[in-house]
């Protein structure tokens, strides 16, 4: 089997895509919570927007070290719903729009000491999650930004945070020279494509794996980081 990273900026249909491929293909997927999944162990009370620079580089490494514990427990390949490169990405357009970005604001981020930090610090830890993803995936799934951002709460970024970031991922794989396919379309025409690309073994009709990725998804627990703290 290979390692496969399914990859893409917010509302590209990672999640959706890599499930259903999981369901396809039989290679077990696997991923990292989201930062507000983690927020309420990491940083009781918090909310993700009021979270400072040294805050989201510590949700960052913990879902770095979540998901890199979870690809060492699958040797014989994986489907994974993004990849490492992700938390470098994420963390280095928030140096360039904001911390916190929305389209409210056009212009570059204001300069501030702790903004230059937090890039020397971003800027490190991507040296690790590039030469993890360099040394880790046989290749990556690109999903292109085809959808409009999901207002749910729990993407707290802008239309210019997304291009920035989809740009910066594949300026990224082309720099370290990692494989990869811009694949687009209906869930349906990407899975198709997938298959066909890396001539993966299918164990069910495309529509079957997606019904169950549907199923899946519906039973995901997407609560605000307050309210998993009430709970």
């Not at 994986?78 to 490169?85: I, M, N, Q, T």
């Not at 389209?103 to 930090?117: C, I, N």
């Not at 991922?169 to 990407?190: A, F």
């Not at 299918?202 to 997606?210: F, G, R, T």
Request: hydrophobic share 40%.
């Amino acid at each position: 089997m290979m390692k496969i990273a399914v990859s893409g900026t917010y509302s590209s249909g990672k999640t959706t895509t890599s499930i259903a491929l999981a369901h396809l293909t039989g290679i077990p997927r696997t991923h990292a919570k989201t930062m507000r999944e983690i927020l309420p162990e990491a940083l009781p009370g918090k909310r993700l927007e009021d979270c400072t620079a040294p805050e989201l580089f510590q949700l960052g490494m913990r879902r770095y070290a979540e998901r890199a514990v979870h690809e060492s427990h699958l040797p014989d390949g994986f489907v994974s719903d993004g990849s490492s490169l992700h938390e470098w990405v994420y963390g280095k357009i928030r140096v360039l729009v904001g911390i916190h970005p929305d389209d409210s604001v056009a212009a570059p981020a204001r300069r501030t000491p702790e903004l230059d930090f937090f890039e020397q610090v971003i800027d490190n830890m991507g040296a690790v999650m590039k030469q993890h993803a360099q040394r880790t995936y046989d290749v990556f799934i690109h999903l292109p930004v085809e959808f409009p951002l999901v207002a749910d709460g729990h993407r707290p970024v802008s239309e210019r945070f997304r291009a920035m970031s989809d740009r910066l991922l594949l300026d990224t794989l082309d720099e370290y020279g990692i494989p990869y396919h811009v694949v687009g379309g209906s869930v349906r025409e990407r899975l198709e494509t997938i298959v066909g690309l890396l001539e993966l073994p299918v164990q069910m009709q495309p529509d079957e794996a997606i019904r169950l990725a549907e199923r899946d998804l519906a039973g995901l627990d997407t609560r605000s980081e307050s309210d998993r703290t009430a709970a």
